[in-house]
C-alpha cells in the first residue's frame, strides 16, 4: 500500500481518533498532518510493520503529548457551571448541545494520559495489553490510569458508582 493510497482510505479514521483525542477539530488535523509528515519520510518502514494504523496513532498520541506539554496559551474551554451552560440547560434541543458540551468539559479536564486511555479503549475497543504498547507503559499504569478517568468523569457528571459495579 502506497502513502497516497493510506492517507485517501484511512486519513478520515486517524482524523476522528485525532479528534477524539484532543477535543478540537483543529489541533487534530494538526496532529494527523504531523503523524503524516512524519510517516511520509519512513513510509517504507511503516509499511514493512505491517501496522501502519498502529503506527500512525502512536504519532499522533505523542504528538498530542508533546502540545499539551509545550502548551503557552493558558485558554480554558468551557466548563459546565459557567453561565453558557445554564442559559443551554432548556428543554429542548439545546440539551443535547449542553450534555455534550459538558462531556467535552470533563473529558478536556483530564490529563493528557488518561484521555488517551479512554479514548483508545472506549473508541478504539483497544485492550488493555494494546493500550500499554501504544503509550509505552504497563498494563497496570493504564488500568489505573483508566480507573482515575472514570472517577474524575463520574464527579464532573454528579454520578456515584453503585456498590453493584
Given at each position: 500500500m502506497g502513502f497516497d493510497e493510506y492517507v485517501r482510505?484511512?486519513?478520515?479514521?486517524?482524523?476522528?481518533?485525532?479528534?477524539?483525542?484532543?477535543?478540537?477539530?483543529?489541533?487534530a488535523e494538526d496532529l494527523v498532518q504531523t503523524a503524516l509528515l512524519k510517516a511520509h519520510s519512513?513510509?517504507?518502514?511503516?509499511?514493512?510493520?505491517?501496522?501502519?494504523?498502529?503506527?500512525?496513532?502512536?504519532?499522533?498520541?505523542?504528538?498530542h503529548l508533546d502540545w499539551r506539554r509545550r502548551r503557552s496559551s493558558t485558554e480554558v474551554p468551557l466548563h459546565p457551571g459557567d453561565a453558557w451552560f445554564e442559559s443551554a440547560r432548556a428543554a429542548d434541543h439545546a440539551d443535547g448541545v449542553a450534555a455534550r458540551e459538558q462531556t467535552w468539559g470533563a473529558l478536556a479536564a483530564l490529563p493528557p494520559r488518561q484521555r488517551a486511555v479512554l479514548v483508545l479503549r472506549f473508541y478504539e475497543d483497544r485492550d488493555d495489553r494494546t493500550i500499554a504498547e501504544l503509550l509505552g507503559c504497563a498494563e497496570s499504569t493504564v488500568r489505573s490510569q483508566a480507573s482515575r478517568a472514570l472517577s474524575?468523569?463520574?464527579?464532573?457528571?454528579?454520578?456515584?458508582?453503585?456498590?453493584?459495579?
Open positions: 482510505d484511512r486519513g478520515q479514521a486517524l482524523l476522528r481518533f485525532a479528534y477524539l483525542l484532543t477535543g478540537d477539530r483543529h489541533l519512513r513510509w517504507r518502514r511503516v509499511v514493512a510493520a505491517d501496522h501502519p494504523d498502529a503506527y500512525l496513532r502512536r504519532i499522533v498520541v505523542n504528538a474524575s468523569l463520574r464527579a464532573a457528571w454528579g454520578t456515584k458508582e453503585s456498590a453493584d459495579e
